[in-house]
Structures are given as structure tokens and as C-alpha cells.
């Protein structure tokens, strides 16, 4: 009879310990699975709002290069016009400054 006790209190304990294994162990899983999706959802937007900063500063490099690269281009744009007709040019001012002053010889350059 004292055997059979030992032997129920055994398989009680035993069945207890299982069953609260199994429980406790499908909640924490349960729950670390939940806080991993969560944690991915908030990593994502923020990869995504990453990814859209790194996109606005490069757009903004672009513009502002795009910005410099049109500056250059029209100073080099209106540097390489010709000179209007209404302004002399420096070698008609140099020869109208000798014709003025006839004094003053001419040298060679």
C-alpha cells in the first residue's frame, strides 16, 4: 500500500512537471515569438527611414552638385562668348591708346 502512494505521488509529480513544461514553455514561446515580430516591424521602419535619409541627402548632393556643375557651366558658357561689339576688345584698346599718344613708341611684344 505505502508502495503504491510512492509510486502516485511519483506519477503526479511527474505529470505536473510535464504539463507545466509544456505550458510554461508554449507561453514563453509564444511570447518571445510576438516580441520578435515586433521588434522586427519596428527595425524595418526603421531600416526604412534609414534608407529614405540616405535617399534625401543623396538627393540633395545631387542637387547641389547639379547646382555648381550649372554655374561652372554658365561661367565657362559666357567666358567663351565673344566679346559684344559695343565693348573694345583689348587690342583695339592698346592701339587706340598708341594712336592717342603719338609720342610714345612702340615696342614689340
Same mark, same amino acid.
Given at each position: 500500500?505505502?508502495?503504491?502512494?510512492?509510486? *502516485?505521488?511519483?506519477?503526479?509529480v511527474?505529470?505536473?512537471?510535464?504539463?507545466?513544461?509544456?505550458?510554461?514553455? *508554449?507561453?514563453?514561446?509564444?511570447?518571445?515569438?510576438?516580441?520578435?515580430? *515586433?521588434?522586427?516591424a519596428?527595425?524595418?521602419?526603421?531600416?526604412?527611414?534609414?534608407?529614405?535619409?540616405?535617399?534625401?541627402?543623396?538627393?540633395?548632393?545631387?542637387?547641389?552638385?547639379?547646382?555648381?556643375?550649372?554655374?561652372?557651366?554658365?561661367?565657362?558658357?559666357?567666358?567663351?562668348?565673344?566679346?559684344?561689339?559695343?565693348?573694345?576688345?583689348?587690342?583695339?584698346?592698346?592701339?587706340?591708346?598708341?594712336?592717342?599718344?603719338? *609720342?610714345?613708341?612702340?615696342?614689340?611684344?
Amino acid at each position: 500500500m505505502r508502495l503504491k502512494v510512492i509510486a *502516485g505521488n511519483l506519477a503526479v509529480v511527474l505529470l505536473l512537471g510535464l504539463f507545466a513544461y509544456v505550458f510554461v514553455g *508554449g507561453r514563453l514561446r509564444t511570447q518571445l515569438l510576438a516580441n520578435i515580430d *515586433g521588434r522586427i516591424a519596428s527595425d524595418r521602419q526603421l531600416f526604412d527611414r534609414s534608407l529614405r535619409l540616405s535617399a534625401l541627402e543623396f538627393q540633395a548632393l545631387v542637387e547641389e552638385r547639379a547646382r555648381c556643375a550649372t554655374c561652372s557651366a554658365a561661367s565657362i558658357r559666357t567666358a567663351a562668348e565673344p566679346v559684344p561689339s559695343r565693348l573694345p576688345s583689348r587690342p583695339r584698346r592698346g592701339s587706340q591708346i598708341r594712336r592717342a599718344a603719338p *609720342g610714345v613708341p612702340r615696342t614689340s611684344p
